[in-house]
């Protein structure tokens, strides 16, 4: 197997990832916690972000039908949401965030529920991305944490 064609692969895809707005700068600085003791650091804190965020995406999904018109509950629920987004650099999930809290103020029930579903949609195509990279990295073997520069 060619392990620099899927370093280079994986390097590719993470270049796309920040070029299409998907990522950005948060998600260097989660991966340049990896170390020798934790080389799979990054994609455990991404693991764990979409399994919360799954979990806070369903609270929203719940609040949109359960309380129609409590904008502050869905303005609550989506910050704790852009947090989470926040800590991975999910750039193009907390860009959405800005529209839906617009919505929020202006009691607009449909623009949140468009909004949201912008979310939902961002956060699918993200997951997908996010599992093909972490699959090129661990295809590529520890010889890919070694290109990384030492700091």
Same mark, same amino acid.
């Given at each position: 197997m060619d392990y620099s064609n899927l370093r280079h692969q994986a390097a590719? &895809?993470?270049k796309s990832l920040f070029d299409q707005g998907y990522l950005d700068e948060q998600f260097c600085q989660v991966e340049d916690l990896q170390d020798e003791a934790s080389p799979n650091f990054a994609e455990e804190v991404v693991t764990l972000f979409f399994k919360d965020s799954a979990r806070l995406m369903s609270n929203i999904e719940l609040?949109?039908?359960?309380?129609?018109k409590d904008f502050n509950r869905w303005d609550?629920? &989506?910050?704790q949401l852009k947090g989470s987004c926040s800590s991975i650099g999910a750039s193009r999930m907390k860009c959405e965030f800005m529209?839906?809290?617009?919505?929020?103020g202006q009691g607009n029930?449909?623009?949140?529920?468009?909004?949201f579903q912008k979310v939902k949609r961002e956060h699918t195509v993200l997951r997908q991305k996010l599992e093909t990279y972490f699959q090129l990295l661990r295809q590529a073997g520890p010889a890919g944490a070694a290109t990384r520069p030492v700091m």
């Open positions: 590719s &895809m993470k609040a949109l039908e359960k309380y129609p609550a629920y &989506m910050q529209s839906f809290r617009d919505y929020c029930v449909e623009g949140c529920m468009r909004s």
